[in-house]
């Protein structure tokens, strides 16, 4: 059964310690019960903070250890409001908000705590969409002198994939890709979507090779420039990503970390009709605690190591 808070006040009344904090997290962690990395035993005794000690081998494992809470300095009640305040703004949080709603002695904390979270809105091994679905391409980035459509330089790339329900856009998958390419994507297409579904494009020659590989591909139109509105579901999404963009994040978003952002958005628009806030507050927990740790180095070492780009 699903245990989540519905409301601020519930969320502090739950987790008015860091014991009922740990306690939450192993719960999730394990829902069958501690099993012990090395060895695999079921049996462990508790000591403090949050570790157990395995009866069988002596291995103390951390509840934190392996997720994105591994060597956290804060505690994991300040975890829990940012993680209960991201997930309940319904367009998203940004660095300054969060480092003024929490306290937050950086906006280097505050950025590096987000980028932890958005990490952990993407689940492990979840399933690719069904169906019949519409992909399409858009551009992220302001107005720039040049070629437009396919080819535009100094924007990045993403496809969109919408998945048709009735008449309503069900779920999403967004990938930023390098380039228009068969091979970019053909594969964020293979990524995203079950084989045997039927996938909607445009003339794209890039997408030929669909059928090929268990697609059945429905060109909706022979032209394969960007703009025309023959793929709703996906314009419609790309529309709110770029208002979402602006309007939350202010389009101060670089193109190194725009995937992060692509993932989040992800994330909020597959639950935009959860009926209790709390819902994607014990979600997010739950993905955080699967997901390895990322250090801020590493965050910041991938930055570097990418090309640099404009913000979008």
């Avoid at 409301?7 to 997290?25: Q, S």
């Avoid at 494992?61 to 300095?73: L, P, R, V, W």
């Avoid at 998203?92 to 980028?115: D, E, F, P, V």
Wanted: glycine share 10%; aromatic share 8%.
């Amino acid at each position: 059964m699903e245990d989540y808070p519905r409301t601020l006040v519930d969320l502090d009344k739950r987790f008015r310690n860091e014991e009922a904090c740990r306690r939450y997290l192993s719960a999730l962690r394990w829902p069958e019960g501690f099993r012990c990395p090395r060895c695999d035993c079921e049996k462990a005794s508790g000591i403090s903070r949050g570790l157990h000690e395995c009866s069988q081998c002596g291995r103390q494992t951390s509840i934190t250890a392996g997720t994105i809470f591994q060597d956290t300095k804060k505690p994991l009640q300040l975890w829990f409001r940012a993680i209960w305040h991201v997930t309940s703004q319904k367009y998203g949080a940004n660095a300054i908000g969060l480092q003024r709603i929490l306290g937050l002695g950086s906006y280097r904390t505050a950025w590096a705590w987000l980028h932890k979270l958005r990490r952990a809105m993407v689940r492990p091994g979840r399933d690719r969409l069904s169906g019949v679905v519409e992909v399409d391409e858009t551009y992220i980035g302001g107005e720039k002198p040049g070629k437009h459509g396919r080819g535009a330089s100094g924007k990045a790339l993403v496809v969109v994939v919408a998945q048709k329900d009735g008449k309503r856009i069900g779920r999403i998958r967004l990938c930023q890709v390098p380039n228009a390419s068969a091979d970019s994507l053909v594969g964020a297409v293979e990524k995203s979507v079950q084989p045997g579904a039927t996938v909607r494009t445009d003339g794209w020659t890039s997408y030929n090779g669909l059928s090929r590989i268990g697609y059945v591909h429905e060109v909706v139109r022979k032209e394969a420039e960007i703009g025309d509105n023959l793929l709703p579901l996906c314009h419609q999404v790309a529309g709110l990503l770029k208002r979402w963009l602006l309007g939350t994040h202010q389009g101060a978003i670089s193109a190194e970390h725009l995937a992060y952002y692509l993932d989040e958005y992800t994330f909020r628009f597959n639950r935009r009709t959860s009926r209790h806030r709390g819902k994607l507050f014990y979600r997010l927990i739950q993905q955080a605690v699967a997901v390895g740790p990322v250090p801020l180095k590493a965050m910041v070492r991938h930055a570097r190591g990418r090309k640099s780009a404009p913000n979008m």
